[in-house]
């Protein structure tokens, strides 16, 4: 903590604050917020239908407690054997790509690629909608059939039980995952790393830089750039905990 | 209530295209080491590494020190707060919490920092530098563990169980270890598990530190080989699915785990 506000011969100062407004270092911050938002929102979206589908949704039984256990399995499959599945999936030699060059259907052409932001985010949701699965699961069995059926005697239609029931009492579940779904991929390395070599800029891989010092060694940016991070994610989880206080009201 | 059963299907069946499409093609690839027939050449290549062997025994040792040092620290403390403090459950519960607010990144940014420098200067041995390694894991580690012994600890009556067996004679150490630690067998297996799995899996740390674990080996294979990776991810998602399994079985599913080390 102290080290972000130490020169080198250990006089206060502000300057790697203020470094963090460099080009690059804002480039990757963005990035890395970029990721994040774009994981956490969809995967979000996605797993909340899902868990929507295997709770409240009428699928057997069975159907259930499978989805629930590859969402275990799947959002603990995480970091370089992700990458590399994904690698041999979608990269450039990947199965899926060969398939659908085959298929008449030219990915890498067409301005994708699994090493750029798209890709990345693309891995990312891998672990990030089972997540949500995880945890919106328990938050849809806690909606009281009677809530249902009450609304239905009282003559709403299924919309406006959803638009004036289910909804207001889910969303602060819903967007307190999402935050913790984007703390998740604000913090994650390893996949990162594994998948893009580091050459993707995204705070991480800056910090690991500074570390390595094969970049502009500077451990009091370092330093800065940690900080930076860690006021990122203390404030989604201190949000995380606002929102959980909230759920917490009506499901029990 | 009959609704229409569309919608649910289709969600599951997009789901399941985005779980197992890459899973099916890690496969297809990993079979591929040989030109033009299927062979398990590069699973036959992995294990015959020396590497591979190596440093998964160093992670798989570390592991093990990590869950040893981990339930030492965690069983009695928690049992404490559990018993005499549980008015500080909260702020526990918060210091578990943080090691999900600071990225590993900068975890092992601030562990070179503080003990590479003197009066510390533990990065200069392998064996002193072990000791950060698995001190790093202890942390990450830490939410896992923390959670699976408090559920173990909720779920029995810890004062009864305390009074009676000092009614009965026995010191802190007894209690410790003949009472609450059997009744705690399956919590601790089960965050132990999902440690071991962490620490096998984990880059940063062991990358940043420079250990030959088992980690940076497969990012290092990822870099340089094509197809032997893809047997890795393979091999990898098997464990993961095992270590699960076994979860699954121990705590006959009332627990959902939730983590891991991106």
Do not use: C
Request: aromatic letters at 14%; zero cysteines; proline letters at 4%.
């Amino acid at each position: 903590m102290i080290g972000a506000f130490q020169g080198d011969e250990g006089q206060f100062t502000l300057q790697h604050i203020s470094d963090l407004s460099q080009r690059f270092i804002l480039q990757a911050y963005r990035n890395s917020i970029q990721v994040s938002l774009v994981t956490a929102v969809v995967g979000g979206l996605f797993g909340f239908l899902l868990a929507y589908a295997v709770t409240i949704g009428g699928l057997p039984i069975f159907v259930r407690a499978m989805v629930i256990t590859f969402a275990g399995v799947a959002s603990n499959f995480a970091g370089v054997p992700l990458a590399f599945a994904f690698i041999s999936t979608l990269g450039r030699t990947g199965v899926l790509t060969g398939l659908l060059k085959s298929a008449g259907v030219n990915l890498y052409s067409q301005g994708f690629s699994l090493y750029t932001f798209a890709g990345l985010s693309l891995t990312y949701l891998y672990f990030q909608f089972p997540l949500m699965i995880l945890i919106m699961a328990p938050a849809l069995d806690g909606l009281k059939r009677e809530w249902r059926e009450a609304s239905e005697n009282l003559g709403a239609t299924g919309l406006q039980y959803w638009r004036h029931i289910a909804m207001p009492i889910l969303l602060p579940s819903i967007l307190g995952t999402m935050v913790l779904l984007f703390g998740n991929a604000f913090g994650a390395y390893a996949t990162a790393y594994a998948l893009t070599g580091g050459t993707l800029d995204l705070v991480t891989i800056l910090i690991g830089a500074q570390i390595r010092g094969n970049v502009l060694y500077d451990p009091g940016l370092g330093f800065a750039l940690a900080i930076g991070m860690v006021v990122i994610m203390a404030f989604s989880i201190g949000m995380y905990s606002w929102l959980q206080r909230r759920s917490e009201r009506w499901l029990r | 209530m009959r609704r229409r059963r569309f919608w649910p299907w289709f969600w599951l069946a997009l789901g399941a295209i985005y779980f197992f499409v890459p899973l099916l093609a890690t496969g297809e690839f990993s079979l591929r080491a040989q030109r033009d027939a299927f062979s398990l050449l590069a699973y036959q290549r992995v294990l015959q590494d020396n590497q591979f062997i190596s440093s998964f025994l160093f992670s798989l040792r570390m592991g093990i020190l990590t869950i040893l040092f981990g339930v030492l620290l965690i069983v009695p403390t928690t049992y404490w707060v559990h018993l005499r403090l549980p008015r500080l459950r909260p702020l526990v519960e918060l210091l578990t919490l943080l090691p999900f607010v600071i990225p590993v990144i900068v975890l092992v940014f601030g562990l070179i920092r503080t003990y590479s420098s003197p009066p510390f200067r533990m990065t200069t041995t392998p064996a002193t530098t072990d000791i950060l390694l698995i001190g790093g894991y202890m942390v990450i580690s830490l939410p896992y563990l923390y959670r699976s012994v408090d559920v173990g600890l909720r779920a029995m009556d810890v004062r009864s169980l305390t009074e009676a067996a000092q009614s009965l004679g026995a010191g802190w150490g007894t209690i410790l270890f003949r009472v609450i630690m059997p009744n705690l067998r399956t919590a601790v297996l089960t965050g132990a598990l999902l440690t071991l799995a962490i620490v096998i899996g984990e880059l940063t740390l062991a990358q940043y530190l420079a250990r030959p674990a088992f980690g940076p080996y497969m990012a290092l294979l990822g870099q340089n080989r094509a197809y032997e990776p893809a047997a890795l991810a393979i091999m990898s998602f098997g464990m993961t699915w095992a270590a699960m399994g076994l979860i699954y079985f121990l705590t006959r599913g009332q627990q959902a785990q939730i983590g891991g080390g991106h």
